[in-house]
T-cell receptor, first 112, second 118 residues
Framework: RKEVEQDPGPFNVPEGATVAFNCTYS??????FFWYRQDCRKEPKLLMS???SGNEDGRFTAQLNRASQYISLLIRDSKLSDSATYLC?????????????FGSGTRLLVRP | GAVVSQHPSWVICKSGTSVKIECRSL??????MFWYRQFPKQSLMLMAT?????????EQGVEKDKFLINHASLTLSTLTVTSAHPEDSSFYIC??????????????FGPGTRLTVL
C-alpha cells in the first residue's frame, strides 16, 4: 500500500461547480498535512495547510479525519484558473524528520 | 511567501557527464532542504533530506554515490548527478524548510531543474 494515495482523476467539471478531492495516508503517526497545487511543468505551490479543526481559505476548504486517516479538499465555485493537479502531502514524522511524502496528484479540468 | 531559487532551470548533457544543481533560499535560512525527482505524469518522489553541516539522509533506493548532496551553508544545497545516464532525465525540484519563531514550519519549492541526458 502506498503511503499517500489519491484518485488520479481527471475530474472534469463545469465552471461554478463544487468539487472535492480525498487523500488517504497509511501512517497513523503522521503529523502535518498539506495541499499543493501544481501546474504543468511547474513546481508545486502550497495551497493550504490542513489543521485538525479544518480550515477555509476563500473558496477552498480543507478537512482532516485522523480516525479514518484521510484529508480532503473542497473547491467551491470552480474557476477556469483552478485547472491544475492537486497534490496532497503528508509528514509521516519518521525519525523526527520533516520530510513530505506526496500523493500522485489529482488532475482537475474546469471547462467553460 | 519565501523564495527558493534553483539553477540551472534546464540542462542538457551527454551521457557520462556530471551535472550540479543549486538550490538557494533567498530570504530565509534553511537548516533543512529536500530534493525531489518527478518523472512525467508522476508525483514527486523524495530523494534525500539535506541537512546543513551534516550528511544527507537518502531515501531507500536512492544511490548516495550517484546523487551527491552538499549543504554547506544555511542558504545553499547542491545536488550533483554523477555519471548521468538517459534514465536520470527528469525534473529535479528542491524545497527549503522555513521555521517560525512561534512554532510551525512550511516548505517552499524551487522552480525545478529539467535535466535531459542524451
Amino acid at each position: 500500500r502506498k503511503e499517500v494515495e489519491q484518485d488520479p482523476g481527471p475530474f472534469n467539471v463545469p465552471e461554478g461547480a463544487t468539487v472535492a478531492f480525498n487523500c488517504t495516508y497509511s501512517n497513523s503517526a503522521s503529523q502535518s498535512f498539506f495541499w499543493y497545487r501544481q501546474d504543468c511543468r511547474k513546481e508545486p505551490k502550497l495551497l493550504m495547510s490542513v489543521y485538525s479543526s479544518g480550515n477555509e481559505d476563500g473558496r477552498f476548504t480543507a478537512q482532516l479525519n485522523r480516525a479514518s486517516q484521510y484529508i480532503s479538499l473542497l473547491i467551491r465555485d470552480s474557476k477556469l484558473s483552478d485547472s491544475a493537479t492537486y497534490l496532497c502531502a503528508v509528514n509521516p514524522f519518521e525519525d523526527s524528520s520533516y520530510k513530505l511524502i506526496f500523493g500522485s496528484g489529482t488532475r482537475l479540468l474546469v471547462r467553460p | 511567501g519565501a523564495v527558493v531559487s534553483q539553477h540551472p532551470s534546464w540542462v542538457i548533457c551527454k551521457s557520462g557527464t556530471s551535472v550540479k544543481i543549486e538550490c538557494r533560499s533567498l530570504d530565509f535560512q534553511a537548516t533543512t532542504m529536500f530534493w525531489y525527482r518527478q518523472f512525467p505524469k508522476q508525483s514527486l518522489m523524495l530523494m534525500a533530506t539535506s541537512n546543513e553541516g551534516s550528511k544527507a539522509t537518502y531515501e531507500q533506493g536512492v544511490e548516495k554515490d550517484k546523487f551527491l548532496i552538499n549543504h554547506a551553508s544555511l542558504t545553499l544545497s547542491t545536488l550533483t548527478v554523477t555519471s548521468a545516464h538517459p534514465e536520470d532525465s527528469s525534473f529535479y525540484i528542491c524545497s527549503a524548510r522555513e521555521t517560525f519563531s512561534g512554532g510551525g514550519d512550511t516548505q517552499y519549492f524551487g522552480p525545478g531543474t529539467r535535466l535531459t541526458v542524451l
